[in-house]
């Protein structure tokens, strides 16, 4: 789903991200299941798959040794194409409407239809100059603390904590949340010491889960404990980074797991973002029409079906483009 280049000496070392790309996209696309579950609790992990997604960014984009401008082309033109692509079809089946021109550039330019562009390209930009410049020269655990100290003083003094809305990915405080995955990427990739394997580490994932979701359900439930509720935002974020440490220590099992399993993970991976953007077409074709277990396997097969077809009219259509910009084979 993100802009993500990697060299090719790395690809055998981070194997792990491909896996963790297809769990961002399950978490995602499972959120946005509501009316193709039996019960509506079962479409959770939204969040989650967003900041895993922003992690993986992060992550992959860390080396960073070309000026902005065609750095952040080079972003532009891994997104927009599809994104271009995807609003035409939903045009051509009723989903999109062109109204004005302003509704056109909000569609196709910005912010689209989709939260993740209006953040990621924004958080772009400021993502570059803190690795670029900022994170040499103050180091990683004082750019961490500038953000923490802005969000929080920003929560105490200005956020409204009447009731709880602190991960609702349209309003501008979730992309402090966004921006501090894209930085854990790069902590993780430049910083961190690999941990050693062990059965701990997955309780540890799962009990962080457990309190995750639990502090989502109490905060959602009871008005009079919101203004606590940016421990939530503190419980997702260890919960990424220790989902990250597992998949990263655990990179010689998936290595060592065959050529299938990394085949079906890299078959996922390199369509995140297409997934991203084609499950609403096809929820709007058919979601609602059937009942369950046909409308999961029709709609989970209709999503991959398009995804497919938007990657490859992508790679037809821009694939030369990006290749005459000297872009080195993605890693997405």
Known sequence: MMNIEMQNKDKARYE???VLKVLAAILITNSHYTNIWPYRFMAFGGLLGDVLYFAISGFCLADIKEGFPRWYLKRILRIYPILWIVNIIGISVGYFKILSVKTFIELFIYPTYFHFIASIMVLYIIYYFIVKYLLEKIGFKAVMTCLIVLYVTIYLFLYDKSYYHIDV???GMVRFLFLASMLLGVYVRKYSVNEKKGFLQYIRVFGLFLMYLISKVAFSKINAISIFQILNVVLIYALLYAIFKVAKANEDVI???????????KFIGDMTLEIYFTQYIIYYICGDRMNFPMNFLIVTAGIIVLSC???YLDKLLFGRIR???GKRKSYE
């Open 169 to 171: 990915v349209e309003e």
């Open 309 to 311: 077809l938007v990657h």
């Open 323 to 325: 290749l005459n910009l």
């Open 255 to 265: 290595v060592n797991e065959g050529k299938r399993f990394k085949s079906f993970s």
């Open 16 to 18: 792990f991200i491909n």
